[in-house]
């Protein structure tokens, strides 16, 4: 663990250090050739293809409908009540996520069933060895046939029906169903499927655990949450509507996510095996050895964070170099591309929450998911909540009528 070792992994991934033949369950649940697990020449390819539409122009566009599905989801709440954390906050994400990327249309999809095999489609991210028996795989491999249908019917839906779209407004699945890798051959349906269902699934991963954990970390530390609170009050005021502009100034709020991503961050490891004998820092890494970064770990080094197991947002304004030891997106090349839409979709959902309602956890002692798998809250975990003022009954603004560019 420590900076210098981070960088070195990075830089080394794609050279004499292989993610493929650390994530083998990716290519199970995916195939051999898919996005992260494929060679080096094809996942550059295929990179190509979906880093247009995570760029800062493309997800500032993405505010309106995240925008609209929280108040949609805050108006279903009601004055009071009770919900569980990981499962209510899920489908809010998952349907931003479908809506952003594969367009409006796609949300009629969305339904509870899919929802829960997405959930069980999750269930393949895990070390455990093939041959070790497992329900929970059994249950991957059934919702990755499942899945696989929908997405591949709803992508011949598409070509049969073309929308009449400007450049600038087709969404991602407008744009894989035409899609052409750089020297102009098309992408295989088979490709395309699964980066769709990369981008679902890489969008809820990203976002469920931090979401959830920063509400946790918020209310366990009464003091940091009214911090947040007041930074919403002054700079969203009364307004349903923010711009995105609004949004990045935000600051306190990063920090308080920035503290909780460091503490809980989405997953535990990031693996690589040797492909050749290596040097490093002294050591020989021996060719088809298992190479780990674990942010769990490195998160928590106190050379790098002062009283690393405080949870102090404004570490990250007192001592700005902190941020260079959060690893919780990976880095180099292979460095998380939906980043920056994961940290919007949580400040405009939990943001627009903390502004309206007060909360107070029901479940004591809120526990994390074990194992070398995505770290999220365990179900169930109840809050209550209770509106903390008037609703404002205001229509979403586009960027343009909110005079942004």
């Known amino acids: 663990m420590g900076e210098q070792h981070h ?48 760029g800062n122009r493309q997800v500032a566009g993405y505010r309106d409908l995240m925008l609209h599905d929280a108040q949609e989801f805050i108006s279903s709440l009601g004055a009071d009540g009770r919900f569980e954390i990981s499962s209510t906050l899920n489908t ?38 093939r041959w070790l028996p497992s329900s929970r795989r059994r249950r991957a491999d059934r919702a990755r046939l499942a899945l696989r249908a929908i997405v591949a019917d709803e992508l011949e839906e598409r070509r ?17 169903t035409s899609a052409t890798y750089a020297d102009g051959s098309a992408l295989p349906q088979r490709v395309v499927v699964n980066l769709v269902l990369g981008v679902l699934l890489g969008g809820h991963e990203t976002t469920i655990g931090p979401i959830g954990w920063m509400l946790v970390d918020l209310l366990r530390n009464p003091g940091e949450l009214e911090l947040v609170r007041a930074e919403l009050d002054a700079v969203l005021g009364d307004d349903l509507s923010p711009t995105l502009a609004q949004f990045m100034k935000l600051k306190v709020f990063d920090n308080a996510l920035r503290e909780t991503q460091r503490l809980h961050p989405p997953t535990t490891v990031l693996a690589r095996v040797a492909v050749a004998d290596i040097e490093h820092a002294g050591y020989l890494i021996p060719r088809g050895t298992m190479v780990m970064v674990t942010p769990y770990g490195a998160h928590r080094m106190p050379e ?19 941020l260079n030891g959060l690893i919780n997106f990976g880095g180099g090349n292979h460095r998380c591309l939906g980043a920056r839409f994961a940290e919007l979709e949580i400040k405009v959902v939990l943001g627009l ?8 956890m029901v479940t004591a002692g809120a526990k994390g998911t074990s194992g070398l798998g995505p770290h999220h809250l365990t179900s169930p975990c109840f809050v209550t909540y209770r509106r903390r003022r008037q609703p404002v009954r205001e229509e979403p603004r586009t960027a343009a009528a909110a005079g942004e560019s």
């Not at 649940?29 to 094809?42: G, K």
């Not at 899919?114 to 060895?129: C, K, Q, V, Y």
């Not at 049969?160 to 407008?174: G, K, S």
């Not at 929450?353 to 107070?360: A, G, S």
């Open 7 to 54: 960088r070195f992994v990075f830089a080394e991934t794609d050279k004499n250090l292989s993610i493929s033949a650390a994530y083998g369950f990716l290519a199970r649940m995916y195939d051999p050739d898919w996005y992260v697990v494929a060679e080096p020449e094809e996942y550059l390819r295929q990179r190509e293809v979906m880093l247009p539409r995570f």
């Open 92 to 129: 809010v994400l998952l349907r931003i996520a479908a809506g952003c990327f594969l367009g409006e249309a796609f949300g009629a999809i969305l339904t509870p069933e899919f929802g829960e095999l997405m959930d069980d489609f999750a269930g393949g991210l895990t070390f455990l060895p």
């Open 160 to 176: 049969r029906n073309v929308p009449e779209r400007t450049a600038e407004d087709m969404d991602f699945l407008d744009v894989l």
């Open 304 to 322: 790098v964070f002062e009283e690393p197991a405080r949870y102090w947002p404004a570490r990250y304004t007192e001592f700005p170099a902190s």
């Open 353 to 360: 929450l903390l502004r309206e309602y007060d909360f107070e």
